[in-house]
């Protein structure tokens, strides 16, 4: 199953809560150095799919595979724990609402997961933070804690702590809704420069414009199941499915 340029495979992936059934055997899969858009109405299923994917929600059938391992294994104990830390070291996540430590500066949030999780000295772990935070604009705000920062500038300081992992795949669930308008653009600029240096992404954005420029792949979920996938010049130009057309009737 080792297939060398699939980076993320989804098989029939369902997952309830107690009788609500909200993913509904979900199929995708991620090449490697593409990206990929999940679009669709609120409660479709996106992030429940992308938390899936990282292990923040057991599934209740299907399998999840990442870079040729099986991400959903019947383990239980130490076993499940080493297997899970394992899996969310290759994989780095965005949520819309930032989630940096508080209590520690810019370059901290950057350097804690390096230092504690992959054995980096101190001095290797604030290299690479540094190097992190001028990728994303921010080599000035490194001693800065969380609440002096505007929303923009939290949210690729959670990008940057993101990467100092060196992550396989990145997953962004709503990475700009809960930012003011002129702050939008300086994050989808840090995504955007990502996506040309090939890696691999997995985006849930309500925001189609960038999905349509950015993505190679966009796939339209609705009530748990996939209604459509293709181009972004099919989803958005020529889409065929009626659901899929009245969506973007109300978000382009
Ligand atoms: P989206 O991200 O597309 O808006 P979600 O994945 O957040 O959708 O939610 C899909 C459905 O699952 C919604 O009906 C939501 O209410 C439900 N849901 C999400 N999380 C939980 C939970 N922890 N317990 C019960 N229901 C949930
Ligand atoms: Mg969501």
């Given at each position: 199953m080792k297939a060398d340029s699939t980076m993320i495979k989804l098989q029939q992936i369902r997952k309830s809560y107690g009788n609500l059934e909200v993913l509904k055997g979900i199929d995708l899969s991620v090449e490697r150095g593409k990206i990929v858009s999940i679009i669709g109405?609120?409660?479709?299923g996106k992030s429940t799919l992308l938390r899936s994917i990282n292990m923040l929600e057991a599934i209740s059938g299907g399998e999840i595979w990442l870079d040729g391992q099986?991400?959903?294994?019947p383990l239980k104990g130490r076993a499940f724990e080493k297997h899970i830390n394992q899996i969310r070291q290759q994989m780095g996540m965005v949520f819309?609402?930032?989630?940096?430590?508080?209590?520690?500066t810019a370059l901290q949030n950057i350097t804690i997961g390096p230092i504690r999780?992959?054995?980096?000295?101190k001095k290797e772990a604030e290299d690479r933070g540094k190097m992190l935070l001028a990728k994303v604009g921010l080599?000035?705000?490194?001693?800065?804690?969380?609440?002096?920062?505007?929303g923009g500038q939290k949210q690729r300081v959670a990008i940057a702590r993101a990467l100092a992992m060196q992550p396989k795949v990145m997953l962004f669930d709503?990475?700009?809704?809960?930012?003011d308008p002129e702050l939008v653009d300086e994050v989808n600029l840090v995504m955007k420069q990502l996506a040309s240096e090939h890696m691999t992404m997995l985006i849930v954005t309500h925001e189609m414009r960038f999905a349509a420029e950015v993505s190679d792949h966009v796939m339209f979920m609705d009530a748990g199941v996939v209604v459509e996938q293709g181009p972004p010049e099919e989803i958005?130009?020529?889409?065929?499915e009626d659901r899929t057309k009245s969506f973007l009737r109300k978000h382009l």
């Open positions: 109405p609120s409660g479709s099986q991400v959903n294994r819309q609402q930032f989630n940096l430590f508080p209590h520690l999780l992959k054995g980096l000295s080599s000035d705000k490194g001693n800065v804690f969380p609440a002096r920062l505007s709503e990475a700009t809704s809960a930012l958005f130009v020529t889409p065929r």
